[in-house]
């Protein structure tokens, strides 16, 4: 299957810096990535959705300030956590599908464990 | 409001036993249900189901949609305690390209 590479696995900063995390589809073009949080022993939820080449859709209730999002190319995505908090710490993943077409099944990062101090 | 729901939530079975997950949805427009296993990490992808009474198959795991009545299950036979974590369900939409998760199924296989 595609290859998506999410970097890093984790990273502990202090409270009020920025982190940056970077998503790659390693094989194939992603015009579309999405962002993921997912706190202990709860399921995915959507933050928002990277369009290469345009300002990412969020959903309701997502920050866009504090979490930026750039899908400067067709194969990487980067969310940055602003000026992050301890509440901002949790597990991030991003996910790709290789086909647009929707008949494609999304292909996941290895997740990125944020731990703010 | 779209939402998917899966059941149980969380299953605790010894090794040999078959289980059955199960992963019901409300949605506009529905297109594909997809079911995922996350362990320590990422999910991985097990299946992706488009059309009612088509059963997937990979191993002991197997799938089967019923667009009718919206729902699909999730089977394993003969479990390991590898099969160990939690099952996850999405469903896409027309029109869109996310995916809507359930709040999955944690399965516990005991040796």
């Known amino acids: 299957g595609a290859v998506v590479s999410q970097h890093p696995s984790r990273v502990i900063c202090k409270s009020g810096t920025s982190v940056k995390i970077e998503c790659r589809s390693l094989?194939?073009?992603?015009?579309?990535m999405f962002w993921y949080r997912q706190f202990p022993k709860q399921s995915l939820m959507l933050m928002a959705t990277?369009?290469?080449?345009?300002?990412?859709?969020?959903e309701q209730g997502v920050e866009k300030d504090k979490f930026l999002i750039n899908h400067a190319s067709l194969t990487l995505s980067t969310l940055t956590v602003t000026s992050a908090h301890p509440e901002d710490s949790s597990f991030y993943i991003c996910?790709?599908?290789?086909?647009?077409?929707?008949?494609?099944?999304?292909?996941f990062g290895q997740g990125t464990r944020l731990t703010v101090v | 409001e779209d939402k998917v729901v899966q059941s149980p939530l969380s299953l605790v079975v010894h090794e040999g036993d078959t289980v059955t997950l199960n992963c019901s949805y409300e949605?506009?427009?529905?297109?594909?249900l997809l079911w995922y296993k996350q362990e320590k990490k990422a999910p991985t992808f097990l299946f992706m189901l488009?059309?009612?009474?088509i059963e997937k198959k990979s191993g002991r795991l197997s799938s089967i949609l019923d667009k009718k009545e919206l729902f699909s299950i999730l089977n394993i036979t003969a479990t390991q305690t590898g099969d160990s974590a939690v099952y996850l369900c999405?469903?896409?939409?027309?029109?869109?390209?996310?995916?809507?998760f359930g709040k999955g199924t944690k399965l516990t296989v005991n040796p």
């Open positions: 488009t059309s009612s009474g």
């Open positions: 996910s790709a599908r290789e086909a647009m077409t929707g008949y494609a099944e999304a292909f």
């Open positions: 999405a469903v896409t939409q027309g029109g869109s390209e996310k995916l809507v």
């Open positions: 949605v506009t427009n529905f297109r594909s």
């Open positions: 094989d194939f073009q992603a015009t579309t």
């Open positions: 990277s369009n290469e080449g345009s300002k990412a859709t969020y």
